[in-house]
């Protein structure tokens, strides 16, 4: 089977000799060691001084939202994860949905101004696929209305935007580790801030409101990255570069077979953007193409190939959101979601493999390639 993805993990030797220690200490978790400097070497290379870090990527946005004290209604777009619309939910905020861009998904800057209203407190846009938000017209916005902008950074790891690094935008950009990533801690989550107070909220909020042995300041919940995820994340650290120039190839060999296929389209990418590579997502015309995204799909499987509609459905067709919500107000968003496929990407994704999963897409077409 070909699967959708592989998780990057270290030589067994090395990730076993950065945990040797722990039997010594038997400190596991609670911001031992590991954490401390996975935290320091994770700021360095993402070019972050404020960085706090997390169980998962999920609850870095849930604590970053709980940090910032919003209540009201925030924008964002259903054309995510879960995760993203759920933390606004379970910080008794209200999602509003904006629509997303035709060629990346992201949140149509267009649409955001005329979803503002007297209760509205912040702008969460997600980085889609590794394609990056319009950063510059979010700030312009945020900074008319007074709004707070916390980025859903969780594909975005490691990538810059004319070389400034993606975390320095916004007021907070949360990222995930979790194994599906490009970059994993086994499991696991950053925020990266600019306020100091943010900072001193955010390790309340992951420690139970802890400050010394017997001084507890606030309510707070156990959101902290143990130390063999964070021993995981020292080791992945050191072969990012290497993982990166491998998914770059990956990606250059699908794009030279799918690329100006009728039906089948494909993300732009922008020359200010150095991409991380993490996904490639393929977007079918069923009427162009001559087949749909499921059958597409369907005809990978029965060839043990793995591929996934990520991100279908979108979060305001969920059981527990579509009762509040008219998905028709996001058309894009709803018919993208229709038509993503998730093709099998990974560094060590044999080549063969690639020609494989393309020929097979390539014969599906009504114009057929052979």
């Known amino acids: 089977m070909i699967k ?4 990057v993990m270290p030589p067994f030797e090395e990730y076993c000799n950065e945990i040797k220690d722990l039997w010594e200490s038997h400190w596991l978790t609670n911001m031992g060691q590991k954490h401390q400097r996975f935290q320091q070497l994770l700021g360095d290379f993402i070019g972050a001084d404020k960085v706090e870090l997390f169980v998962n990527g999920h609850m870095a946005i849930e604590m970053v939202l709980q940090a ?3 209540k009201g ?3 964002t777009t259903p054309y995510t994860f879960a995760s993203t619309t759920h933390a606004i939910v379970r910080n008794g905020c209200v999602p509003v949905f904006c629509d997303i861009n035709e060629h990346d998904c992201t949140i149509d800057v267009e649409k955001i101004e005329n979803l503002i209203t007297p209760n509205t407190v912040a702008i969460l846009p997600v980085h889609v696929y590794g394609n990056i938000c319009d950063v510059n017209a979010i700030k312009n916005i945020a900074d008319k209305y007074n709004l707070k902008v916390i980025y859903d950074a969780a594909h975005a790891f490691g990538e810059y935007i004319d070389g400034i690094p993606v975390g320095n935008y916004g007021d907070a950009s949360c990222f995930s580790f979790h194994a599906t990533k490009v970059f994993n801690s086994i499991e696991g989550g950053a925020v990266v801030y600019h306020d100091e107070v943010i900072g001193e909220r955010l390790y309340e909020l992951k420690n139970f409101g802890i400050h010394g042995v017997e001084e507890v300041c606030g309510i707070g ?3 902290k990255m143990n130390e063999f995820s964070s021993a995981m994340g020292i080791c992945n650290l050191r072969y990012f570069e290497e993982n990166l120039k491998k998914r770059k190839e990956v990606y250059k060999i699908y794009v030279n077979h799918l690329m100006g296929i009728k039906g089948i389209n494909i993300c732009e990418l922008k020359k200010s953007v150095t991409y991380n590579y993490s996904y490639f997502p393929i977007f079918v015309n069923e009427n162009e193409f001559g087949a749909s995204r499921d059958e597409i799909q369907l005809k990978l499987f029965e060839n043990d190939i ?4 990520y991100f279908y459905p979108i979060t305001s067709e969920f059981d527990c959101y579509k009762e509040n919500y008219d998905s028709s107000l996001t058309p894009i968003a709803l018919r993208k979601s229709k ?3 998730s093709l099998p990407f990974y560094a060590d994704l044999d080549f063969s493999d690639i020609n494989k999963i393309c020929k097979i897409i390539k014969k599906m077409s009504r114009r057929n390639y052979f």
């Open 4 to 7: 959708v993805t592989k998780t």
């Open 68 to 70: 910032f004290g919003l």
């Open 73 to 75: 209604e925030i924008i």
């Open 221 to 223: 919940a156990n959101a």
């Open 306 to 309: 793995g591929s996934r509609k």
């Open 339 to 341: 038509e993503v496929l």
